[in-house]
């Protein structure tokens, strides 16, 4: 007999939209992993797909499967000019039939690039916000757009920053079962998993995962904006919303969080020239191109932390390449100053 918890989850897995490209594979960094004294491995969640690259379309399955289920029309959503979340969601309406409205937080007026310029491919229609607008009264900008289009008899479905919420977190509470199922065809046991952090809803996926799962290894993330006590509370709370809504047997505890502050740099989505360096060092020595606003800075993160002889107790360490490659394209002033 299953719990009902078990007959929940399975259900929703089986609703779910199959769009990303999936099991990501894993691949071993050798050159690094000699240099660091680890083993230190890569899954290739920047490969589930070109238009939908990285870790929300994994969430997006699951926020898509309601949306449509609820009959919505056009997908809400918000994030920076650059946002790889806004890009994927602008994938997902196209790619199911129904209209996309992005909220964007810029100052300035940008040029169309990068994810920004995907966005605008991909058809879909766009409402710029300031910063300020933005940290303040995104949802309320949101819910207007969304009363809007209902007064024009369009059903709008918004989805908060990053799909970071109790239903998205089940992108990376089923990728946990996905490594878990490519550690007994791999022979290895990963003793830890390590990833970016931006909007909580990768973290706190792989978090859930680990306590259902009752797996042996520890989950970590970077924070690439705010600090650690930030994340700790944002995961807690979208990580309860999940397990209330689907009744999970686990305690949600800020104590066995696992999140290293120090490594945002100057700010969320801004680099240093020695961040873009490290993102070039990388790709010469393994062929792997990082992104500069999570992954860049999360995985330098990492390289650092085990330079310093810390997090040596995990022998087997897998990295979540999340995605990100088309915000390096808006750095290539940056980038051109680091290769004179
Ligand atoms: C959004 C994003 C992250 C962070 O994931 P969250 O679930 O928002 O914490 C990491 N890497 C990339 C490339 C992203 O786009």
Redesign the pocket.
Known sequence: MSEIWERRLEELNKNKLSLAILPTPIQKLDKLSEELGVNLWLKRD?LTGIETA???IR?LEYTAAKALSEGAEVLITCGGIQ???CR?TAAVAARIGIRSHLVLRTDEVSPLEGNYLLDKILGAEITFVTRRQYATERNEIMADIAADYEKQGVKAYVIP????DGV?NLG?INAVKEITEQEKQLGINFNAIV???????????LYLGRKLYALDKEVI?FN?CDDEAYFLDVCSRISKDTVDTLGLPIEVSREDMHIIDGYKGIAYAVSTDEELAFIADVAHKEGVIL?P???GK?FYGLYQELKKGNLKEYKNILFI????LY?LFPKQEQFAKIFL
């Open positions: 920047d990285g870790n929300k969430k946002s790889n979340h994927a920053e990053g799909a970071s998205g990376y990833s970016a952090v931006g909007s909580g809803g990768t973290y706190s996926g993330s690439v992104d606003v999570y992954t999360a390449h999340t995605g990100g915000g």
